[in-house]
């Protein structure tokens, strides 16, 4: 038996330009939500360097409807080298992202890390 790994069939970790790029094709294909449907049944996304390489503002868009869907669904993990007000730039017209309770919990989330 394979002993347990922390990222397994259920943790999907992922850069934030190669899923970008990813949902940005699947508008093209006329296939919106398949990587969505994927991504809602794993346990964990990671999402790794956003901010690190910029990306349109269509594909920041289509990255805010994604985590808007994967919300209260599955657990994510964002990393990046961004202040906390540069974060909103990522996302073009879509800062709502990091107003309001979604900002208070991560914020609370760090803060409570830190102790």
Known sequence: ???HSPI????RPISSVELVNALE???????PGQIAG?????DLVI???????PF??????LLFH?????????????????????????FGEARIFFSGARANRSMS???SARR
């Open 1 to 3: 038996m394979r002993p």
């Open 8 to 11: 397994d069939e259920q943790t």
């Open 25 to 31: 094709q699947e508008k093209l294909q006329g296939k």
């Open 38 to 42: 994927r991504l809602t049944h794993s």
């Open 47 to 53: 999402l790794d360097d956003l901010g690190y390489l």
């Open 56 to 61: 349109s503002a269509s594909g920041g868009a």
């Open 66 to 90: 994604l985590l808007s869907k994967l919300y209260e669904r599955t657990s994510v993990i964002i990393t990046t080298n961004l202040s906390f007000v540069e974060r909103a730039t990522v």
């Open 109 to 111: 989330s760090k803060n």
